[in-house]
């Protein structure tokens, strides 16, 4: 039998952390709890979890600090962080997103929501073929042949709009915030303006035609692209 992924919840509430423990081991997750981050990082100085659910209002070092030296850290870098966060922390999300997370869900969230949210981060962390074809909704991404298709249809695309397609296409549904986006497709050790993003968003956009859509704006977080929106188009 395959071994069940080891959660790390870090988080000061234990009623909170009690409900999250519960439900990951009922759905095949082998869940530890930290209260704080000198707790978890004695569980992480142990033993690498799969993924750490990561509490934002922590008492000491609050959970941006914590995963902002986790991924700071060869030997923690890789690890999915999932942050949880209050309900309309906008800022708090983007931060975030800024200092490492992989995700974030927002208190109080549902159980199959935390769930699917746990095996998304999973996923994406498993490691993909170098050429490889992508398809979300209609739209095709070819990386060996650089070739985008909707529908069957070819469309032209720029060089850097294909990256940016690329990316936003290897983790759909996620959202991106600009400077994740500048680190991923404009590389970490390039100066460019966030408003360069949205530069090239736009004309992604209009490159990929009735296919635009499914690149999302996500009003103070960033970008997302969506097969959602290729299904609402459609219907
Ligand atoms: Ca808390």
């Known amino acids: 039998m395959k071994k069940p992924p080891r959660i790390l919840i870090v988080e000061d509430e234990p009623a909170i952390a009690e409900l999250i423990a519960v439900n990951l081991r009922h759905n095949g997750f082998a869940p530890t709890w930290a209260e704080d981050g000198a707790v978890a990082q004695r569980e992480m100085d142990t033993a690498l979890p799969d993924a750490i659910l990561l509490d934002w209002m922590l008492p000491g070092q609050s959970g941006l600090v914590l995963a902002r030296k986790w991924r700071g850290d060869a030997r923690t870098k890789d690890i999915p962080i999932l942050m949880l966060t209050a309900r309309g922390d906008e800022p708090d999300k ?102 360069t993003v949205d530069v090239h968003v736009k004309r992604l956009r209009e490159s990929l035609g009735p296919a635009g859509a499914m690149v999302e704006t996500v009003r103070g977080a960033g970008y997302r692209l969506t097969a959602q929106a290729a299904e609402r188009e459609a219907s």
Not at 169 to 188: F, I, N
Request: no cysteine.
């Open 94 to 195: 983007v931060a975030g997103l800024d200092a490492g997370a992989d995700d974030y869900i927002t208190k109080p969230f549902s159980t199959q929501e935390l769930l699917a949210r746990i095996r998304a981060v999973l996923r994406r962390r498993s490691p993909e073929p170098a050429d490889e074809t992508i398809e979300v909704g209609g739209l095709r991404l070819d990386s060996a042949t650089h070739r985008v298709t909707w529908h069957g249809r070819a469309l032209k695309l720029g060089p850097t709009e294909f990256k940016l397609l690329q990316h936003l296409m290897k983790y759909p549904e996620r959202v991106h915030s600009r400077s994740q986006l500048l680190d991923k497709v404009w590389g970490d050790h390039v100066f460019i303006e966030e408003r």
